[in-house]
């Protein structure tokens, strides 16, 4: 604050002294608020009192170089804060050539030149960054060395392209760096839990226009597993818990390991966070001790959920899960559903690592009352159920079923007994069950029944569906989704096959625009069902806003009685379009889709859908 004397003055000269005074305290304390308000809104202020100007780079064809250019750049981040005078424009471009130089040698352009032009007599100013990008540099040699005690491994070092480098391509300085992390992690997954790289050398020729790079490690120590101590456990089984570890003491060091024993305990859901850390030096019979912590969350959910479709009404489901109910990672899921067509209980317990460490053992069973316009059907089912993971993203399946049900169709009431071998192929590679953005899904099922009650009664069952997912933009989101489905039955004619178990198209996750069950073969306009289905979906996705996204769809399809799709028959199209709410669960969709061949007193004009989670 400007602090102003005041002297003791004869009282008539104080008149004239104290308002000069009042008036420059009063002027240091507008300018300290339009300094603060500058502070506040400096491209709002600066804008009016800068100098403005326009700012180009010239010389690069590459739209993603020229990006990177742009965002190292002040003069172009900044260019809504102009400086206040041309000389401290002149300072903001002299500072951005270097940088400028520095992304272009990262690039491989080592001989690369960057100018700047300041046009002052424009309106606004012009600054012009010309760019001679010359020629990359390209890689000549590469060399790994190591120490003379470590010369067995040299025939086993990682070839150029297990780093990521190849003679003869530009010498980008990120894909040098990135080797050198490669290079270090190889050691860490080939028994060396602490190398080190001594020194890197990047040798570039500017006559050649060549880059040499050396790089020198040392391995360290080699390391074998030590004792593993597990931390936290209360209520999982620790033999359960070890039998997820994918090493044994005196194992070759493998860091990639650790990080699958990470990844395998949570996907158990039964630990909120875990851990997996080494000891940070190797003891005297070169093992390295492991320490595993672990929180273990709650074990048990209650979930429940609403559903709501013109064709279908409204429907709730709740279910409740433990996760850990024998104490090894025991899965029990006991689920009921009631709706307009269905009232159901469920039940499933799933042992995991049976036998083997990718294998689980599952109990099923059901008993409901279904009711569709189609068909009514009292039914009880069973099942037990090996199921085995291949990789990460293919499991197969296979067990034995029984079915007994009551089936009422057309007034004709009749019941059955079935036994099944059903199997199961499954390939899953998108991202997230019930919002995905990339990846595809491919699942194959293949069930031969048998009839019990004397009937002789025997065919087969085969589904298979396939959906893939393209990310078009990232911002905004967009995805190109699309799904076909192919279904067939064979051995047994169409009325001899119950009337639950044949194929019928149309509602909510099947052709929208048409009833539940509606398309297909029809008797008294009333769904029969047929012996094969085929369907086709595609779905444009569109997430504007964290919370919001739309979605435009066309749905096709059919159900045939014969065995194989009856292509002389036309498929029935619905088409329309929907709203995203994204909550932390999954997406919250309603659809509004119309029948594009709406057949007379059979289809409504429109159906609407609620429900949790894409459509596929």
């Known amino acids: 604050m400007l602090k102003i004397p005041f002297e003791k003055q004869p009282r008539h000269k104080q008149r004239l002294v104290l308002p000069l005074w009042r008036s420059l305290v009063l002027c240091q304390l507008v300018m300290e608020i339009l300094f603060v308000i500058s502070l506040s809104f400096p491209n ?11 700012v180009s780079v010239q010389g690069v064809t590459d739209r993603e170089l020229r990006k990177t250019l742009e965002a190292v750049s002040d003069t172009f981040s900044l260019q809504k804060r102009p400086p206040a005078s041309l000389n401290l424009l002149q300072r903001r471009v002299n500072r951005d050539i270097p940088l400028l130089l520095k992304v272009l040698k990262s690039q491989g352009y080592y001989g690369a030149k960057v100018t700047a032009e300041i046009e002052a007599e424009d309106k606004p100013i012009r600054v012009t960054f010309r760019i001679d990008m010359g020629h990359p540099y390209i890689l000549k040699s590469i060399n790994v060395g190591v120490p003379e005690e470590y010369d067995a491994l040299r025939p086993r070092l990682p070839e150029n392209r297990e780093l990521g480098l190849v003679l003869g391509d530009p010498a980008k300085s990120n894909s040098i760096l990135n080797a050198e992390r490669t290079l270090i992690h190889w050691f860490k997954k080939n028994g060396f839990s602490f190398p080190s790289m001594v020194d890197r050398k990047v040798v570039v020729d500017h006559k050649e226009r060549i880059v040499s790079v050396a790089f020198h490690v040392n391995p360290g120590p080699p390391a074998r597993f030590g004792h593993t101590e597990i931390n936290g456990i209360k209520s999982v089984d620790e033999i359960f818990l070890r039998g997820k570890i994918p090493w044994k003491e005196g194992d070759r060091f493998n860091v990639d390991i650790l990080t699958d024993a990470q990844k395998s305990l949570l996907a158990t859901d039964l630990f909120a966070s875990v851990e997996v850390k080494t000891s940070e030096t190797i003891n005297e019979a070169g093992r390295l001790p492991v320490v595993i912590s672990v929180v273990e969350r709650k074990h048990r959910t209650i979930k429940a959920g609403v559903s709501y479709s013109t064709d279908e009404g409204a429907g709730t489901k ?68 090996i199921e085995r993971l291949f990789a990460k993203e293919i499991r197969l399946g296979g067990g034995l079923a029984y079915k007994a049900s009551l089936v009422e169709q057309l007034g004709e009431e009749e019941r059955f007994g079935l036994l099944s071998l059903p199997a199961l192929f499954a390939w899953d590679t998108s991202e997230n069950l019930l919002d995905p953005v990339r990846g595809r899904r491919l699942t194959l099922q293949f069930m031969p029944f048998y009839g019990t009650f004397g009937d002789h009664l025997g065919f087969v069952k085969g589904y298979a569906t396939y959906s893939q997912y393209v990310k078009l933009t990232e911002k905004p989101l967009v995805v190109l989704a699309g799904r076909s489905a192919f279904g067939s039955m064979a051995g047994a004619s169409r009325n001899a096959i119950p009337a639950d178990e044949r194929f019928y198209a149309g509602g909510g996750n099947s052709i929208r625009g048409y009833a539940y069950q509606s398309v297909g073969p029809l008797e008294e306009n009333k769904p029969t069902g047929g012996r094969s289905l085929m369907e086709v979906s595609l779905e444009l996705r569109t997430k504007v806003t964290d919370t919001i996204g739309f979605v435009a769809f066309l749905d096709g399809g059919n159900a045939s009685p014969s065995a194989t799709p009856d292509l002389s028959e036309p498929l029935r199209w619905g088409a329309g379009a929907g709203i995203r709410y994204f909550t932390p669960v999954g997406p919250l969709r309603l659809d509004v889709a119309v029948p594009l061949n709406r057949r007379d007193t059979i289809d409504d004009r429109f159906h609407i859908y609620i429900s949790l989670g894409q459509a596929f």
């Open 44 to 54: 709002t202020l600066s804008a009016d009192i800068g100098i403005r100007y326009d």
């Open 318 to 385: 709740v279910s409740w899960q433990h996760r850990n109910f024998l104490g090894g990672g025991e899965r029990l899921d006991l689920m009921g559903t009631a709706s307009a067509i269905t009232y159901a209980a469920e039940g499933e317990f799933r042992k995991p690592d049976f036998i083997r460490k990718d294998q689980s053992l599952l109990f099923k069973g059901r008993i409901a009352d279904d009711h569709p316009d189609a068909f009514t059907s009292r039914n009880l089912s069973t099942s037990v159920y």
